[in-house]
């Protein structure tokens, strides 16, 4: 059975927004951002981006909010249940998932919304339906998104090879993976016996190499070409991984007379 408690679809809170629930409720509470947002996680603030859905068990607590100066969008429900397909459900509990198809979810939790609003003869029925629905489409959702080819390790690694200028960080890369910070950084190393970050910047360092022996630009050009948002961090990270400056290699690379 499902008791729905209270529902919400496409509420627009105010700019600031922060929301927190206590490890003492008893319901379970689905939330479905529908915009950028920030939420704590293991003591620490994380930032996501819109078209996410967490699924809070009873007796966990919840806390998130909008991002400075900015208001919040979501779909959320409240609800009681001893459905099976919902507590044995496959899938983490309190970290976000990405929605594949927002359109459809949004379509969920407004029905949703309607069947908690009024009191049909079918009422118990088509709850029933929609939450059989509604996790399902978490479920295709999570495989569709996380599993994809382009998501897993490996192809993660040809983009950074591909393009490691880009402003590559621990957090991003991790989320892209459905992993916290920690574990990827763990699985990272154990899978190319580097790490993440190094990895990163050993691309970047490559990138330079072919700039400062085949092009004209300067040393702070190629700085930025790469990814470097200061020159001198780029001319100390060149020389710590080659051993030799920036210019050292560009007049070592000048074809002689």
């Known amino acids: 059975m499902i008791k729905m408690i209270h529902a919400g679809y496409k509420n627009v809170e105010a700019v600031n927004f922060h929301y927190t629930l206590d490890d003492k409720h008893s319901y379970w509470f689905i939330t479905n951002m529908l915009s950028p947002y920030d939420m704590l996680i293991s003591g620490e603030w994380k930032h996501f981006d819109k078209n996410k859905i967490i699924i809070f068990p009873p007796y966990t607590s919840v806390e998130y909010r909008s991002r400075h100066g900015e208001k919040i969008e979501n779909n959320w429900i409240m609800f009681e249940t001893d459905e099976n397909f919902i507590i044995n459900f496959p899938l983490p509990f309190c970290v976000p998932i990405h929605t594949i198809y927002q359109t459809g979810f949004d379509y969920i ?14 009422k118990a029925q088509s709850t029933n339906h929609l939450f059989h629905l509604l996790f399902d489409k978490i479920y295709e959702s999570y495989y569709s998104y996380y599993k994809r080819p382009e998501t897993t390790m490996i192809n993660l690694r040809k983009e950074i090879n ?96």
Not at 114 to 120: G, P
Not at 169 to 188: C, G, H, T
């Open 109 to 122: 939790f407004h029905m949703i919304s309607i069947e908690n609003y009024y009191e049909n003869i079918y």
């Open 162 to 257: 591909t393009n490691p200028n880009y402003p590559w960080n621990i957090e991003q890369m991790a989320d892209r993976l459905n992993m916290s910070p920690s574990y990827f950084q763990v699985q990272y190393k154990k899978t190319f016996g580097i790490s993440c970050m190094k990895d990163v910047y050993e691309k970047r360092i490559e990138m330079a190499k072919k700039y400062l022996a085949d092009s004209n630009y300067t040393i702070t050009q190629i700085a930025d070409l790469c990814g470097y948002q200061n020159t001198e961090h780029f001319c100390r990270q060149f020389k710590q991984i080659t051993g030799i400056t920036a210019s050292g290699y560009r007049s070592n690379s000048s074809p002689t007379i």
